[in-house]
């Protein structure tokens, strides 16, 4: 099973700031890697499919970045609705997810 | 624009089997080019993937859910559903479907849309 990691676990930050969130894999998941949001009651949303492909009507302040083991998912100015967490997911093997980062308001 | 439900009871007794149903609203699931997926949350935690389905009936499973695990598709009702069995409380848990696009013949495995999801609690 390839395991996902994240980092950090939670990110403090202001409205407007730029957000730099990590996933790693146990090993090589090539550039099969997506990015998920999903806020308190809601069902995850898909943003970024193929390491740094935007989903349809994800705006663009939204990317992602890498391939192999590193992947980084950017946010480049924060919105108020943009604080949730995020979850990476592989499908090299079957689909697994990272434990996912908190973005909550400093 | 496709929407994905859930369905089915709140509360399961250990031991025995889980069952939820998805309907699918705004697209015909035999029309062919997706897969057809359960995924699950526990609360507070992350997610796992279950397992998915083609119209054709074609599955595959989390192979740490497999001997437990059965997904069907009813294309006459546009729904596809889950059968967990022998749950315990730790299959207390989200539950969500959600579709899977295939492109090209192959699985693309990220999931888009998701239902808003179902909480099935295991207590006697």
């Known amino acids: 099973e390839i395991v996902l990691t994240q980092s950090p676990a939670t990110l403090s930050l202001s409205p407007g700031e730029r957000a730099t969130l990590s996933c790693r894999a146990s090993q090589s998941v090539s550039s099969y890697l997506a990015w998920y949001q999903q806020k308190p009651g809601q069902a995850p949303r898909l943003l970024i499919y193929?390491?740094?492909n935007r989903a349809t009507g994800i705006p663009a302040r939204f990317s992602g970045s890498g391939s192999g083991t590193d992947f980084t998912l950017t946010i480049s100015s924060l919105e108020p609705e943009d604080f949730a967490v995020y979850y990476c997911q592989q499908r090299s093997n079957w689909p697994t997810f990272g434990p996912g980062t908190k973005v909550d308001i400093k | 624009q496709v929407q994905l439900q859930e369905s089915g009871p709140g509360l399961v007794k250990p031991s025995q089997t889980l069952s939820l149903t998805c309907t699918v609203s705004?697209?015909?699931?035999?029309?062919?080019?997706?897969?057809w997926s359960w995924i699950r949350q526990h609360p507070g935690k992350g997610l796992e993937w279950i397992g998915y389905?083609?119209?054709?009936?074609?599955?595959y499973y989390n192979p740490s859910l497999k001997s437990r695990v059965t997904i069907s598709v009813d294309t006459s009702k546009n729904q596809f559903s889950l059968k967990l069995s022998s749950v315990t409380a730790a299959d207390t848990a989200v539950y969500y479907c959600a579709r899977v696009p295939m492109v090209r013949g192959v699985i693309r495995n990220w999931f888009d849309p998701w239902g808003q999801g179902t909480l099935v609690t295991v207590s006697s």
């Open positions: 389905i083609y119209y054709s009936g074609s599955t």
């Open positions: 193929d390491a740094s």
């Open positions: 705004g697209g015909s699931i035999s029309s062919g080019g997706y897969y």
